[in-house]
């Protein structure tokens, strides 16, 4: 293994309440336990490896992005001096100036590079409430390629779906489609829920931020719709600036529903106590929410979206519908609680699916991604230094003057809260 220290750089850091700070410091626990050092760069970093830099703050923009759970990074030189010290090879989770930075720090020290594609921008579009706009997601994508995955050769995607986003907008890079990962925390129980309780109830779970493109609204709506709606308990677990509406939507239209925030093991829990989990995103790079409760043994419904990458895990005809179809989605609702039967097996091929798509696993295929990203820059370096144009997937990569993309920030405000 050439790949023995590995530097994570990632704006927020500093909890683990959004997709994108999880999946590192999932990932970076499962490298270590692979024998790889990892270190972690961003604001509010914590624990082994850490090395914390300050907020950048920014008008208009902060306010924005701390609501929404995200902070940007200020780079800071003797911090990366510091962090990238002997490393073998430097990650980069987002597009923004922290990573740029830490780009330009790489290609200046020769250090091989490699990235990941965590935020989509059809979840920055929903969340500045313009709903999918493709041309400003178009440009988003464009500003994105410019700014950073341009001047990258290797670049790891969560789905199918968002590496072939990637490269229907243009982008050059060599794409590694590779899970997020689930954890081992997330296990079912030998014997599945029954699908009624002994209070003659039926619990659906639906896990996400309470945003736009999360799309709860229908799932609230398909239940008042459901012949069997007087039995069904809907759990959202997430938090979000949506909370107070969907809680005055289930209301009016008489569904029961509950809202909460869990942490990991919590969650891990509800999941295995609600026989059914829907998800309804109409846009996701990789909706992990969705991989940890059908590990968890429940089985899943998912919206069928262009946009939106877990559909693509659905067992049964009656495990999808489509994207915002209420009446859709009561009928696979009603479909369920009339064939309780069907469950045992499309939860076997759910949790069948789920082995496939262990941390572990993942850990291993970004370990043989960060392989190759190394042989190839060291290989660029030792042919061309650091001056290099980008001519394709196969060339090398571009100089160290890594420019702001304009106005990508003032847009970004929603970041990765995309995520779960």
Request: proline share 5%.
């Amino acid at each position: 293994m050439n790949v023995r220290t590995i530097a994570f750089v990632c704006d927020d850091l500093s909890g683990h309440g959004n997709g994108t700070s999880v999946t590192a410091y999932r990932y970076a626990e499962a490298l270590r336990k692979l024998g790889c050092e990892v270190r972690l760069v961003g604001v509010g970093a914590m624990g082994e490896g850490a090395h914390p830099v300050p907020e950048k703050q920014l008008p208009v923009v902060t306010p924005i992005s701390h609501s929404c759970g995200f902070r940007f990074g200020e780079p800071v030189q003797a911090i990366f001096d510091e962090a990238f010290d002997g490393v073998d090879l430097i990650h980069l989770f987002l597009p923004f100036e922290l990573e740029r930075a830490a780009l330009a720090w790489a290609r200046m020290h020769r250090v091989p590079v490699s990235a990941a594609f965590h935020l989509q921008p059809e979840n920055i579009t929903y969340n500045a409430r313009i709903g999918s706009a493709p041309a400003v997601a178009s440009a988003l994508y464009a500003g994105f390629r410019h700014g950073l995955y341009d001047r990258v050769r290797h670049v790891h995607c969560p789905s199918t779906m968002i590496a072939g986003e990637l490269k229907r907008h243009g982008y050059r890079a060599h794409t590694h489609v590779i899970s997020n990962g689930v954890p081992e925390l997330f296990q079912a129980r030998p014997e599945a829920t029954p699908l009624i309780d002994a209070a003659g109830r039926i619990h659906i779970l639906s896990v996400g931020r309470l945003g736009k493109e999360k799309d709860q609204a229908t799932i609230i709506k398909a239940i008042a719709r459901s012949r069997f709606k007087d039995q069904i308990t809907l759990h959202l677990a997430g938090k979000g600036y949506l909370e107070k509406k969907l809680m005055n939507l289930a209301d009016r239209l008489g569904v029961s529903l509950t809202i909460g925030y869990y942490d990991e093991q919590s969650l891990a829990e509800v999941m295995r106590c609600c026989p059914l989990t829907v998800h309804a995103s109409v846009a996701d790079i990789e909706a992990i929410s969705v991989l940890e409760s059908f590990a968890s043994g429940s089985v899943a419904i998912i919206a069928r979206s262009p946009k939106s990458a877990p559909a693509r895990y659905a067992v049964d005809p009656h495990c999808l519908f489509a994207a915002r179809d209420v009446e859709g989605l009561a009928r696979c609702l009603d479909w369920w609680v009339e064939h309780p039967e069907e469950l045992a097996p499309a939860r076997e091929l759910y949790l069948l699916e789920a082995e496939s798509l262990r941390l572990e696993r993942c850990a291993e295929s970004f370990l043989a991604m960060a392989e190759q990203a190394v042989a190839d820059d060291e290989l660029a370096y030792r042919l061309h230094g650091t001056e290099v144009v980008v001519r394709g997937a196969s060339s090398v990569i571009l100089a160290p003057n890594v420019a702001p993309v304009g106005g990508v920030p003032a847009v970004a405000a929603a970041v990765s809260r995309g995520g779960r």
